[in-house]
């Protein structure tokens, strides 16, 4: 299936060239941490559910400290 992103494009009220626009995403809806891992359980992920969301919770965790302490993750 081919992913298509959907935007409201709106003109930019904020400048003053009539040729710059502004974009909004038309959000379908919202998943959480959660509901994309038992997704991926339903795809056929090795590891149970609970050892997927521990690992994710932990680098989500240990990115945001490496961020917040100045180091660039890539």
Sequence with gaps: ????????????????????????????????MSDIVDELVNEGITVDRETALDLISRFNRKSADLVLSGVQCE
């Design 1 to 32: 299936m081919k992913n298509i992103l959907k935007v409201w494009l709106r003109k930019n009220q904020q400048n003053r060239d009539s040729t710059e626009f502004t974009t909004r995403v038309m959000v379908k809806g919202v998943k959480g």
